[in-house]
């Protein structure tokens, strides 16, 4: 890449002014690195909390490798609290799975706790809601590619 700038004289500015102009410009907006730059990341990120409550109503459409799958109808919920909030995640049944209802209660201060409810057959009520731990939330939501652990952003939460 040529680098050229005109002054009113038109007379070229030499390409090694032109990048190191640039690199200076640059070196203000580029963030810091390392590892302390990374942990102060992860600890802006945890800190952010919703203020108000927030309903969305969306639709997954999975597509399996072999055929396509039924679009699963999802509602979510966000709902501060005063020390944490929560979010639910409630999938409704389609003609070959059940219903799955997922709650994720997020703290600034420790990893998120799941709370999980599958219902066995398309036109069975949920089970009972189970609290899970650690590799227990390594499980799609829905059959999808978002699995519990990814939805509770638990990758924030390394040792």
């Known amino acids: 890449m040529t680098c050229r700038i005109f002054s ?39 800190s952010v909390r919703p203020d108000e409550e927030v309903k969305w109503n969306g639709v997954l459409k999975i597509s399996g490798r072999e055929n396509k799958l039924d ?12 020390t944490n909030w929560s979010v639910t995640y409630l999938t409704s049944a389609t003609r070959t799975s059940g219903a799955e209802k997922l709650t994720i209660i997020f703290s600034t201060n420790a990893p998120p706790q799941y709370f999980y409810a599958r219902a066995a057959a398309p036109d069975a009520p949920l ?6 731990t650690g590799a227990e939330a390594d499980i799609p ?13 638990q990758f924030y939460h390394w040792p």
Do not use: H, Y
């Open 127 to 132: 089970g009972e809601t189970k609290a899970l």
């Open 8 to 46: 009113s004289r038109a007379a070229p500015i030499s390409p090694f002014l032109c990048c190191l102009m640039a690199f200076s410009l640059n070196a203000q907006s580029v963030p810091a690195t390392g590892p302390e730059a990374g942990r102060a990341l992860v600890a802006e990120l945890l």
């Open 141 to 153: 939501l829905a059959d999808s590619d978002f699995w519990l652990s990814d939805l509770g952003f």
């Open 71 to 82: 679009p699963v109808p999802i509602q979510c919920q966000t709902k501060p609290g005063e």
